[in-house]
């Protein structure tokens, strides 16, 4: 899902891919190929670049490293 978003309210944090992408340790553009295929949604500004929402990002992050730390036991 894509949206366009003219002005983003002062209380969203929007990131760059490049930000969510060193917080998953991956690659930005692994960041946008989930965001095209749904797993992530991204805002369009209107230069037309990708921003992600900070809470579903963290959300996201939160659901993988607890399984991780699991298998590493």
Do not use: C, N
Request: charged share 30%.
């Amino acid at each position: 899902m894509i949206a366009v978003v003219s002005r983003p309210t002062e209380s969203e944090a929007l990131l760059t891919p490049a930000e969510v992408a060193a917080m998953f340790r991956v690659d930005p553009k692994t960041v946008t190929r989930w965001a095209k295929a749904g797993k992530l949604s991204a805002i369009r500004t209107l230069g037309g670049h990708r921003r992600y929402r900070e809470s579903e990002v963290k959300e996201l992050l939160g659901d993988i490293i607890p399984s991780q730390r699991m298998s590493d036991d």
